[in-house]
């Protein structure tokens, strides 16, 4: 018998739905996006509505209001690119929360390799269904796998460009293997 199978049912157990905290949300439509208009309305049709008092969303909320923010913040673009620029958006709002504020002005004092060594943590802390998993290839080089039920890899590589960015550094992420559960990312940067 598999170890995943409740022995009383034979059945895989139900996966409890992915919850996506309302840090998440200000982080990046509060405090980078600031929607207002049809922008705001859209959000609050998608259900995100800033004043509502959850303190987490559903999963589907969050790819909704992403999508949203691609139509309103980055009109025109493909959706790949519009989803990096978003990650990018997404670590500035960050930045000015109180947790993202230490974290800011830590990120040039730990440096590169540092805080990409602490982003397992940090993705925990935004989407704790994902997993990410880190290993150096060479110097200024690193690789990524992602497992992920609903992946975003441009937005995450947007994520990752931005944080290190924090650390002065310059940044380049590729994807370099999507599948339906994860993907994988080269992670390089320059000295600035």
């Not at 929607?35 to 008092?53: K, N, W």
């Not at 969303?57 to 999508?67: D, K, N, Q």
């Not at 690193?142 to 944080?163: C, H, I, K, S």
């Amino acid at each position: 018998m598999e170890p995943w199978i409740h022995p009383e049912t034979r059945e895989a157990p139900a996966l409890a739905p992915v919850r996506v905290p309302r840090r998440n949300f200000e982080g990046l439509f509060q405090h980078a996006l600031r929607p207002s208009g049809l922008f705001a309305q859209a959000l609050r049709d998608v259900g995100y509505d800033p004043d509502a008092v959850e303190e987490v969303f559903p999963l589907e909320v969050w790819r909704a209001s992403l999508a949203v923010a691609r139509r309103h913040a980055c009109p025109g673009l493909p959706s790949e690119d519009a989803n990096r620029v978003l990650g990018t958006h997404y670590v500035e709002g960050f930045a000015q929360t109180l947790v993202g504020r230490i974290f800011a002005a830590a990120a040039p004092l730990l440096g590169a390799e540092r805080c990409l060594a602490r982003l397992p943590t940090y993705l925990r802390a935004g989407r704790d269904d994902m997993k990410l998993m880190l290993e150096p290839v060479r110097a200024r080089e690193w690789r990524a796998r992602v497992v992920d039920a609903d992946p975003l890899p441009d937005f995450v590589a947007g994520v990752m460009e931005q944080v290190l960015r924090r650390t002065r550094v310059l940044p380049r992420v590729d994807v370099l293997e999507r599948a339906d559960h994860g993907y994988s990312l080269r992670i390089r940067w320059d000295e600035a």
